[in-house]
């Protein structure tokens, strides 16, 4: 299924090499959130030119639309997009908690509404691995409660002992089946709030009942970051050394430095590909607004340090007029540099693990992105 390997660490923060049977991952790694099947403006091809080694697909809505059984029906999610390197696949927990309208929740699984037409929808941790299975995903995630922050301690302890009874049945569920292209790895997820005794606790559940790899979830969901800080480097170093360490839907630039500084190998977020779709882009001196007037006449390509083929290629100017006048060009050009930018800087991460500098290139980094 997988191997991981550790190649370097310097401090907390960690280079490895995780083997798939899709392909080689470097860790640590950013992920391009593919959430129907595609990362929203780009075709696969562009993807993996910008070196992204894996992407995530969401097994909610692609449980909706097209419908998990057409994919795997049609070769499994691989060969559905054309994309031949690893992917990914949430398990929906998220989205009970964030899109669709929460009808019952109980020891079974839940029933929620659909986003889109209102149908009611049953998911617990048996379905949602069989929906995965059927995309075929080389690393699956087991259904859990993700929680709002803040929440009490004992909505935080109901959560866990829920999340808990469902890794055992999405592990139970993962080992009477295997996805389209073979048997598939699976993820377990920390849950515990901001209540760090309890990510202990949560932790230890997970590592008792035993994975392939271990996420840290329930975090960017309405917590400061200071807070989120807090748990991540808390729990991280208490997570099993040989197995990979997941961050779920983090975060902005400085949050993946944090991260990897805390021991984190695995990062996905929307925020680089919507971001581009809204006009704001990340730059080596920190975020700008391509929308705003004083781009109108800037020649300057997006950020002159940036390697990529938008800033080598077309100007501030250019971008905002495409911005302006809602052409496709402009959202397929700003994502392709947001994510070029994501994916460049956990890279330049793992070399400077590797240099045993990370302390020093997280600072220097800010500096100039805070500027």
Known sequence: MIQFELEAKDHNSRAGILKTQHGTIHTPVFMPVGTLGTVKALTPEEVHELGAE???????????????????????????????????????????????????????????????????ITLTPEISIAIQQNLGSTIMMCLDQCLELPATRQEIERSIALTTKWAQRSKDASSQG???????????????????????????????????????????????KEEMYSVVHHIAVKMPVQKPRYLMGVGDPEDL???????????????????????????????????????????????????????????????????????????????????????????QARNAIKEKCFPNFKKTFLLKYRS
Request: aromatic content about 8%; overall charge neutral.
């Open 257 to 347: 430095l944090e991260g990897i500084e805390a021991g984190i190998d695995m990062f996905d977020c929307v925020m680089p590909t919507r971001n581009a779709r809204n006009g704001s882009l990340f730059t080596s001196h920190g975020k700008i607004s391509i929308k705003q007037n004083q781009y109108k006449e800037d020649p300057d390509p997006l950020d002159p340090d940036c390697a990529c083929s938008t800033c080598k290629n077309y100007s501030r100017a250019y971008l905002r007029h495409l911005f302006k006048t809602n052409e496709i060009l402009g959202m397929r050009l700003n994502t392709y540099h947001n994510l070029f930018f994501y994916i460049s800087l956990v890279k």
């Open 178 to 224: 295997s996805g389209v292209s073979g048997k598939q790895a699976l993820f377990g997820i920390v849950q515990g709030g901001g209540e760090l005794n309890l990510r202990e606790q949560s932790l230890e559940q997970m590592v008792n009942i035993g994975f392939d790899g271990y996420a840290i979830g329930g975090l960017s969901v309405g917590e400061t």
């Open 54 to 120: 894996i992407i995530l697909g969401n097994t909610y809505h692609l449980h909706l639309r097209p419908g998990d059984e057409l994919v795997r029906k049609l070769g499994g999610l691989h060969h559905f997009m054309n994309w031949d390197g690893p992917i990914l696949t949430d398990s929906g927990g998220f989205q009970i908690f964030s899109l669709a309208k929460l009808l019952k929740l109980d020891q079974s699984g839940v029933v929620i509404r659909s986003h889109i037409d209102g149908s009611k």
